[in-house]
């Protein structure tokens, strides 16, 4: 068994695997053949593609997110300087 670009597209959709296209060549250059004199089972295939994908993940850098608060805290309540006073989530900043 070999790794096929509609095989990629299921693990895309099904899988919800993060591929990009320069994954996507790479698991096509490492199992898109068989291996002579070996084959690859369809679990080989879904292991060695999701090790690379985990692989590819930890390489990207992280998602950020912001929340801004126009002024004052997570309640409103305006500040002196226009900056928050509290975690949204809670606490002090």
Do not use: W
């Given at each position: 068994m070999t790794v096929t670009r509609k095989?990629?597209?299921?693990?895309?959709?099904?899988?919800?695997?993060h591929i990009d296209?320069?994954?996507?060549a790479v698991i096509l250059q490492r199992f898109g053949?068989?291996?002579y004199p070996y084959t690859y089972t369809?679990?080989?295939?879904?292991?060695?593609?999701?090790?690379?994908?985990?692989?590819?993940?930890?390489?990207?850098?992280?998602?950020?997110?912001?929340?801004?608060?126009?002024?004052g805290d997570a309640t409103g309540a305006p500040t002196s300087d226009g900056t928050p006073t509290a975690d949204p989530r809670g606490g002090d900043l």
């Open positions: 095989m990629i597209h299921n693990l895309r959709v099904n899988a919800r695997m296209e320069d994954l996507e053949t068989e291996p369809e679990q080989d295939l879904y292991e060695q593609i999701r090790k690379l994908v985990m692989g590819h993940t930890t390489l990207l850098p992280p998602v950020r997110t912001c929340v801004a608060f126009p002024s």
